[in-house]
């Protein structure tokens, strides 16, 4: 069956600094894998997305992601982060309607 | 992102009213999805629909009910709904069909069950 996993539920960061959001998934075949991220009040946005190809993904906002089979993982980098950036970010693996999400890393930003 | 656009965008109902969500996108797509979102859960997926056919329906109680007069436009009709029902309602859309790609998703509607 499909899942994805967010171990962290919490992420605290310093204005500047890296980040990095895990995301381990389970799912039969090639996986669709996607970063959405979601700021108070709003919906999901898009961040990125891995269908095949290159296994490092660019995405918006300075947004990255490494798609590591080996390790069934799709982590999200960025390597200064902005107070703007402080949301809640999703990971989703699968196509459709078998689409599943993680249940969220909330991230926030000191000064 | 105006592709998907959700109103009311706030909603306060008793649990004897009838009220309905609506959801529409402007982007061409054939798929539409209600989500529920509630706090500290994973994102829930209710109705799928491809053009115009419900597809899927996630085991959710009959006082949820789903309506997709056209491939542009989604309705969740709620009639007397509990208090565990408040959450916020995510309406989506896709390209190609319930089992292609990309999600888009609009505002959300935040629903309080009093």
């Known amino acids: 069956a499909q899942s994805v996993t967010q171990p962290d539920i919490h992420i605290t960061v310093s204005e500047g600094a890296s980040l990095e959001l895990r995301c381990n998934y389970s799912?039969?075949?090639?996986?669709?894998l996607f970063w959405y991220v979601q700021s108070p009040g709003q919906g999901l946005q898009l961040l990125l997305k891995?269908?095949?190809?290159?296994?490092l993904v660019q995405g918006i906002k300075g947004f990255e992601a490494e798609f590591k089979r080996s390790q069934s993982s799709f982590n999200l980098r960025k390597p200064s982060v902005h107070w703007s950036d402080a949301a809640e970010y999703f990971c989703?693996?699968?196509?459709?309607?078998?689409?599943?999400f993680g249940a969220g890393t909330r991230l926030t930003v000191k000064p | 992102e105006t592709g998907v656009t959700q109103t009311p965008r706030h909603l306060v109902m008793g649990m004897t009213n009838k009220k309905s969500l609506k959801c529409e996108q402007h982007?061409?797509?054939?798929?539409m999805y209600w989500y529920k979102q509630s706090a500290k859960k994973p994102l829930e997926l209710m109705f799928v629909?491809?053009?115009?056919?419900?597809?899927e329906n996630n085991s959710v109680p009959s006082r949820f009910s789903p309506e997709c007069p056209n491939s542009s436009h989604l309705f969740l009709h709620l009639h007397t709904l509990q208090p565990e029902d408040s959450a916020l309602y995510l309406c989506?859309?896709?390209?190609?069909?319930?089992?292609?790609?990309?999600?888009?998703f609009g505002p959300g509607t935040r629903l309080t069950v009093l």
């Open positions: 891995y269908f095949s190809g290159d296994t």
């Open positions: 799912y039969g075949a090639t996986p669709y």
């Open positions: 989703a693996v699968g196509r459709g309607n078998g689409m599943r």
């Open positions: 629909y491809s053009l115009e056919e419900r597809v």
């Open positions: 982007l061409g797509h054939n798929a």
């Open positions: 989506a859309s896709s390209p190609g069909g319930a089992r292609a790609d990309t999600q888009y």
